[in-house]
């Protein structure tokens, strides 16, 4: 069918009583921290997520493309009429930009196209999102809860419009809609009074607003859109009108807008640098909030959603799960995963350490899971290019992302300093929230869903959210932390050996509990000696395999002579098991110490001396050393 005729009539919404005004609408986000571009991105992800049709994967797809002259006349045509938005200035524009959103493999806008008596059973995209505002989802299944994120949409449009166009299952078969709407200032015409609340479709019988149905709908979504429906397939595009160069420009922790000076300059940059700028913001947006929805259970596997994102006809380069900083996040989240279906087992992929598992509760009830991955920075140092990377500038402070069970929504990132010194490590954590409290978290969020806030209510989400937000930092210091010296070892310079901060990266073994901080004691109590480790040092690579460590070391106590052994467990490559390594692999140097000629495992050093020891261990593999004094 070929468009050449006007197929859209406009709808302005007249006051009536408890009507919201179409300005205060777009006010409806409040404030956040995040930049608009990353509010749009979160929703309208989210809302496809919500959205996926039973045993599929669904598709989201960004694309910014400048509208050429063809569809700039259509859409001059069919939005013609309006009033205090701004369109008129902005369809003049032959060198229109369009934002263009698309989901497939969802369910699209089904159920009923106008409002009237429902059953609690009956689907109601088409009007929760297109008629209606704050509509709640209370089971915390959802990404939204107060149903205010799709004014996203509109803010992000400098004339505050939107086209939708939907394919979806209808009682008759598949059905195509189509319907543009528009949020704006309130304004008076011809003597009403109108909220400001915009619709460009069918006008019914009784005033009321209706979308295009079938083969016209269809007919003027493939004139406006890019993306088709092939098949059967069902789904939703949204192409946004004039996205302000201000939104296009901001990185992804910018204002988006509110500074003259920054605006000014953005409204000065050319086609090309916004088209760069809006790349790198929305790139960096899609990984920080929607990595989850990109890491399959397993690595190589199929991703729970295929994200894809076009600026100006070139698709951008989103990374993998298995690369940089993403793969410490990757190696946490697959753990959580792995952990709910009760296995613990599994290929972490890049040569990662298993991250380690904390369950976390409340008065016996589960909070959720936390799991923490920790690299080696004298192997993978940060990269500070890496927008997925904490770029942490001492070893004792990493990131923990926040995210809901269900939905696996990235509500929080937060640095969090986990104290001591991990003596060249860096850790990243994931938070789960079990599913069963997803709903008592969704009540705490603002209408971002970017934090977990508690007040001064008492629901269960209040109580859950202050206690988590107390609980997890101290657990993670828990973890992570070097052991307090004993009373008598306050004077010496001690830090943790090398196996009580590593003691996290190797699987647990009933017989190798006893710590070193227990080994500490045992030579303290028995009043001949107090063994002390003082440092530890990642040296410079020996070889493309190897890891040279120093450990540092001395024996308070008496005249005379003790015997030190040393061990060495690393993991295996093909489980979670820990092999154990022999003098002949870990070719020992020991400074200030004598070593046995028949086991160089063994060295003697003179009490009170300072003393060293240089051993080789594999790169790139979890390494747990252990000093003891030993009977001679």
Same mark, same amino acid.
């Given at each position: @069918?070929?468009?050449?005729?006007?197929?859209?009539?406009?709808?302005?919404?007249?006051?009536? &009583?408890?009507?919201?005004?179409?300005?205060?609408?777009?006010?409806?986000?409040?404030?956040?921290?995040?930049?608009?571009?990353?509010?749009?991105?979160?929703?309208?992800?989210?809302?496809?997520? &919500?959205?996926?049709?039973?045993?599929?994967?669904?598709?989201?797809?960004?694309?910014?493309?400048?509208?050429?002259?063809?569809?700039?006349?259509?859409?001059?045509?069919?939005?013609?009429?309006?009033?205090?938005?701004?369109? &008129?200035?902005?369809?003049?524009? #032959?060198?229109?930009?369009?934002? #263009?959103?698309?989901?497939?493999?969802?369910?699209?806008?089904?159920?009923?196209?106008?409002?009237?008596? $429902?059953?609690?059973?009956?689907?109601?995209?088409?009007?929760?999102?297109?008629?209606?505002?704050?509509?709640?989802?209370?089971? %915390?299944?959802?990404?939204?809860?107060?149903?205010?994120? +799709?004014?996203?949409?509109?803010?992000?449009?400098?004339?505050?419009?939107?086209?939708?166009?939907?394919?979806?299952?209808?009682?008759?078969?598949?059905?195509?809609?189509?319907?543009?709407?528009?949020?704006?200032?309130?304004?008076?015409?011809?003597?009403?009074?109108?909220?400001?609340?915009?619709?460009?479709?069918?006008?019914?019988?009784?005033?009321?607003?209706?979308?295009?149905?079938?083969?016209?709908?269809?007919?003027?979504?493939?004139?406006?859109?890019?993306?088709?429906?092939?098949?059967?397939?069902?789904?939703?595009?949204?192409?946004?009108?004039?996205?302000?160069? /201000?939104?296009?420009?901001?990185?992804?922790?910018?204002?988006?807008?509110?500074?003259?000076?920054?605006?000014?300059?953005?409204?000065?940059?050319?086609?090309?640098?916004?088209?760069?700028?809006?790349?790198?913001?929305?790139?960096?947006?899609?990984?920080?909030?929607?990595?989850?929805?990109?890491?399959?259970?397993?690595?190589?596997?199929?991703?729970?959603?295929?994200? *894809?994102?076009?600026?100006?006809?070139?698709?951008?380069?989103?990374?993998?799960?298995?690369?940089?900083?993403?793969?410490?996040?990757? %190696?946490?989240?697959?753990?959580?995963?792995?952990?709910?279906? %009760?296995?613990?087992?599994?290929?972490?992929?890049?040569?990662?350490?298993?991250?380690?598992?904390?369950?976390?509760?409340?008065?016996?009830?589960? @909070?959720?899971?936390?799991?923490?991955?920790?690299?080696?920075?004298?192997?993978?140092?940060?990269?500070?290019?890496?927008?997925?990377?904490?770029?942490?500038?001492?070893?004792?402070?990493?990131?923990?992302?926040?995210?809901?069970?269900?939905?696996?929504?990235?509500?929080?990132?937060?640095?969090?300093?986990?104290?001591?010194?991990?003596?060249?490590?860096?850790?990243? !954590?994931?938070?789960?929230?079990?599913?069963?409290?997803?709903?008592?978290?969704? *009540? =705490?969020?603002?209408?971002?869903?970017?934090?977990?806030?508690?007040?001064?209510?008492? =629901?269960?989400?209040? +109580?859950?959210?202050?206690?988590?937000?107390?609980?997890?930092?101290?657990?993670?210091?828990?973890?992570?932390?070097?052991?307090?010296?004993?009373?008598?070892?306050?004077?010496?310079?001690?830090?943790?050996?090398?196996?009580?901060?590593?003691?996290?990266?190797?699987?647990?073994?009933?017989?190798?509990?006893?710590?070193?901080?227990?080994?500490?004691?045992?030579?303290?109590?028995?009043?001949?000696?107090?063994?002390?480790? =003082?440092?530890?040092?990642?040296?410079?690579?020996?070889?493309?395999?190897?890891?040279?460590? @120093?450990?540092?070391?001395?024996?308070?106590?008496?005249?005379?002579?003790?015997?030190? /052994?040393?061990?060495?467990? $690393?993991?295996? #490559?093909?489980?979670?098991?820990?092999?154990?390594?022999?003098?002949?692999?870990?070719?020992?140097?020991?400074? %200030?110490? +004598?070593?046995?000629?028949?086991?160089?495992?063994?060295?003697?050093?003179?009490?009170?001396?300072? !003393?060293?020891?240089?051993?080789?261990?594999?790169?790139?593999?979890?390494?747990?050393?252990?000093?003891?004094?030993? /009977?001679?």
């Amino acid at each position: @069918m070929t468009v050449t005729s006007r197929h859209l009539e406009w709808v302005p919404k007249p006051f009536r &009583d408890g009507d919201l005004a179409g300005g205060g609408s777009n006010r409806l986000l409040g404030r956040s921290d995040l930049s608009m571009t990353e509010i749009l991105i979160r929703e309208m992800a989210q809302n496809a997520w &919500d959205a996926r049709t039973a045993g599929g994967t669904p598709t989201f797809d960004i694309n910014l493309r400048r509208l050429g002259p063809r569809e700039v006349g259509i859409l001059r045509r069919e939005l013609g009429d309006s009033y205090g938005l701004g369109l &008129d200035a902005v369809l003049a524009d #032959e060198a229109l930009r369009g934002l #263009e959103i698309s989901d497939r493999g969802t369910t699209g806008l089904d159920g009923p196209v106008e409002i009237g008596r $429902v059953t609690g059973e009956d689907t109601q995209n088409f009007v929760d999102l297109i008629l209606k505002v704050g509509v709640p989802r209370t089971d %915390g299944r959802g990404g939204g809860t107060y149903g205010f994120g +799709k004014t996203a949409a509109y803010a992000y449009s400098s004339c505050g419009t939107v086209v939708y166009w939907t394919r979806c299952r209808t009682p008759e078969g598949l059905e195509h809609r189509l319907i543009a709407s528009a949020m704006g200032p309130e304004f008076h015409l011809d003597g009403a009074e109108y909220t400001g609340r915009h619709w460009w479709g069918k006008r019914s019988s009784d005033g009321r607003t209706l979308p295009l149905r079938g083969d016209e709908a269809e007919a003027l979504g493939k004139a406006i859109f890019t993306a088709r429906f092939e098949g059967e397939q069902t789904g939703t595009s949204i192409l946004i009108l004039d996205p302000p160069v /201000e939104h296009l420009s901001a990185s992804a922790g910018g204002s988006d807008g509110g500074n003259e000076e920054a605006d000014a300059q953005a409204e000065a940059l050319e086609p090309a640098e916004v088209d760069a700028l809006f790349a790198q913001a929305a790139r960096e947006a899609l990984r920080l909030h929607l990595w989850p929805k990109m890491t399959p259970d397993v690595p190589g596997g199929p991703a729970p959603m295929n994200i *894809s994102l076009r600026v100006s006809g070139e698709a951008i380069d989103l990374g993998t799960p298995e690369q940089g900083a993403w793969r410490y996040w990757s %190696g946490a989240l697959r753990a959580i995963r792995r952990d709910g279906e %009760g296995s613990t087992s599994g290929d972490e992929g890049g040569g990662l350490l298993p991250p380690k598992i904390v369950r976390v509760t409340r008065s016996r009830r589960p @909070m959720g899971t936390l799991a923490i991955s920790v690299r080696n920075l004298s192997i993978d140092p940060p990269d500070r290019a890496d927008d997925l990377d904490p770029h942490a500038e001492s070893s004792g402070t990493g990131r923990l992302m926040l995210m809901r069970g269900q939905t696996e929504l990235i509500v929080k990132d937060k640095d969090v300093a986990a104290g001591g010194d991990l003596l060249g490590l860096d850790w990243f !954590a994931v938070f789960k929230a079990d599913s069963s409290i997803d709903a008592d978290l969704a *009540s =705490t969020e603002p209408p971002a869903h970017n934090d977990w806030l508690p007040g001064g209510a008492e =629901t269960d989400g209040e +109580k859950y959210a202050r206690f988590l937000r107390g609980r997890l930092p101290v657990t993670l210091r828990s973890e992570l932390s070097v052991h307090a010296p004993l009373p008598e070892q306050q004077d010496a310079a001690d830090s943790t050996p090398l196996a009580a901060m590593l003691g996290l990266l190797l699987p647990d073994e009933p017989k190798r509990q006893k710590s070193i901080e227990g080994q500490r004691r045992t030579g303290v109590l028995k009043g001949r000696r107090g063994f002390v480790v =003082t440092g530890h040092r990642l040296l410079s690579q020996g070889d493309r395999l190897h890891q040279h460590h @120093m450990i540092d070391f001395f024996v308070e106590g008496p005249g005379g002579s003790t015997l030190i /052994e040393l061990s060495c467990r $690393v993991a295996s #490559e093909e489980s979670r098991t820990s092999l154990s390594l022999d003098a002949e692999q870990l070719m020992p140097e020991w400074r %200030g110490a +004598k070593p046995r000629a028949e086991n160089p495992l063994l060295a003697n050093v003179e009490n009170g001396r300072a !003393a060293s020891v240089v051993l080789r261990a594999p790169l790139g593999r979890a390494v747990d050393v252990s000093l003891a004094p030993v /009977e001679d």
